[in-house]
């Protein structure tokens, strides 16, 4: 089986892994239809697909118009389901505007998709943020569910969705439960989107980086293109062992490690620590990293790009590409969030 002339449906598909994805399915041969409304603070930029947008079609509405949608659902072979929002700080700040985007939203979209292909292949984008604190390491997909934000909860609600309605029968749905992914296309302007987001950001400006905590917090960072294969193998997966599937990064590194690594790639700059914020102590998990086997027993394959050739690759990317991603005289994170409310009238109002 192949992706070649394959009609697929990628929600989100302007934001990072999207648009990566995108890149990836286009070049497989697949007829590509993008549904992303660029919402503010979610990360899409139309730069992302700059190199295909002539072979691909975009649908510049939120998937809970879900009549605007119906003929792109109605002819997929594949629904790549990743749209939402990640930042989990600014679920604690404005977690009804998380609840819209990462709950209401999917309940329609996947309401949608039962009527207009019912029985369609749907790969959602979960996240390892529901697990919350980990009780052992590496983490596996037998862990106690317990989110410690708001993202979390609404995160694992979407995931539940996908998962019942696969039960019964009315999707066949595989929920991708990612670790930090990192890469080219990712959102550096935007503040909360994760810390390599942030690091990155600092690096490709100049600036030194600061680590909370003592930076001996585990993480194993996953590069996109790794994720996009994974995403590119459940797409295709002939036979669903397991609904919900951990996604991770090949080596679990340090915080402090991870920190001078960017530092000493992106030009000998210095790495410090500090306590944690009041606002990120609440929320932080610790250690994480993934147990990936059962990814590997349902697909055969394991992602496999080290940290240290993942972030030379973004770097170069971003070094050529920066003044569309961040204005380098002014590298501030520029949230302009829009208030939750407006969001809630769209969401809840707008023609199902």
Partial sequence: MSYRNAS???????????????????????????IDPLITGCGGNEHNVATIRDAIEVIPHDISETKRLAGAIRGAKVIFNLAGEISHIHSMEFPERDLLI?????????QACVTYNPGVRVVYAGTRQVYGRPDYLPMDERHPVRPVDFNGVHKYAANMYHDMLSRSGQIDGIVLRLTNVYGPRMSLAIPCQGFLSTFLRL?????????????????DPIYVDDAVEAFVRAGLAATVEQRTINVGGPQALSLLDIAKTCAR??????????????????IDIGSYSTDTSQFERSFGWKPSITFEQGLAATLSYYRAELPHYLDPNDPRPNCGLPEHKGIQHRLLYSAV
């Fill in 102 to 110: 990462n709950t209401v939203a999917q309940l329609r979209f996947l």
């Fill in 8 to 34: 697929v449906v990628i929600t989100g598909g302007l934001g990072f892994i999207g648009s990566n994805l995108a890149l990836r399915l286009a070049k497989e041969g697949a007829q590509v239809t993008i």
């Fill in 203 to 219: 690096v490709l400006t100049g600036q030194n980086l600061e680590v909370f905590g003592d930076g001996r917090q585990l993480r």
């Fill in 265 to 282: 790639l992106a030009g000998d700059l210095t790495v410090s620590t500090r306590p944690f914020p009041e606002d990120r102590a609440m």
